[in-house]
T-cell receptor, first 113, second 115 residues
Framework: SQTIHQWPATLVQPVGSPLSLECTVE??????LYWYRQAAGRGLQLLFY??????ISSEVPQNLSASRPQDRQFILSSKKLLLSDSGFYLC????????????FGAGTRLSVL | AQSVTQLGSHVSVSEGALVLLRCNYS??????LFWYVQYPNQGLQLLLK??????LVKGINGFEAEFKKSETSFHLTKPSAHMSDAAEYFC?????????????FGTGTQLKVEL
């Protein structure tokens, strides 16, 4: 069966520090991968998605970037965090068989202080 | 562009009562619709989906939803609420783009179940 892992689960970082959040998927190949951010009371916002290695689409201009160095690995990064980057970050995947269904990881709670 | 509106950011019901969470969508193409549930500090879990075919879809934990094209709605219901149903619920519509799909979410409805 397929599983998705996100780490760390929680992270407290100072303003101006770098960020790296990692997401990996097991049990499938060539998944579509997604990063969402959930801010309090604002629902989920799609940040990036990827349909293959090295292929990244950005949905919202921001202080963050994403990379996909391997088929089942998706990384969210920042060179210098802002206070407004605080939130709950969720990674998701969809499979080659049913591209329309996304499955989510447990999320990373990021607090920028 | 697709959009989703969830009426009521907070809904409170008594245990055993009917649960009704409202979702209206806007889509320029036949939509794929989803309901997800999120428990505190956890990821989203798929409750049910509508793609094509039968307009009444059943999901996990006794939930169901009915796709009504004429009303552009996809309301989520459960006949009898349980304490364990307390969570946040998100309605979403899917858009296909460039070989992949994107989900547009509503802002969520927090369900509270009281004794």
């Amino acid at each position: 069966s397929q599983t998705i892992h996100q780490w760390p689960a929680t992270l407290v970082q100072p303003v101006g520090s770098p960020l790296s959040l990692e997401c990996t998927v097991e049990g499938t190949s060539n998944p579509n991968l997604y990063w969402y951010r959930q801010a309090a009371g604002r629902g989920l916002q799609l940040l990036f998605y990827s349909v293959g290695i090295g292929q990244i689409s950005s949905e919202v201009p921001q202080n963050l970037s994403a990379s996909r160095p391997q088929d089942r690995q998706f990384i969210l990064s920042s060179k210098k965090l802002l206070l407004s980057d605080s939130g709950f970050y969720l990674c998701a995947w969809s499979g080659s068989g049913e591209r329309n269904i996304q499955y989510f990881g447990a999320g990373t709670r990021l607090s920028v202080l | 562009a697709q959009s989703v509106t969830q009426l009521g950011s907070h809904v409170s019901v008594s245990e055993g009562a009917l649960v009704l969470l409202r979702c209206n969508y806007s889509s320029s193409v036949p939509p794929y619709l989803f309901w997800y549930v999120q428990y505190p500090n956890q990821g989203l879990q798929l409750l049910l989906k509508y793609t094509t075919g039968a307009t009444l879809v059943k999901g996990i934990n006794g939930f169901e939803a009915e796709f009504k094209k004429s009303e552009t709605s996809f309301h989520l219901t459960k006949p009898s609420a349980h304490m364990s149903d307390a969570a946040e619920y998100f309605c979403a519509v899917s858009t296909f783009t460039g070989g992949g799909n994107k989900l547009t979410f509503g802002t969520g409805t927090q369900l509270k179940v009281e004794l």
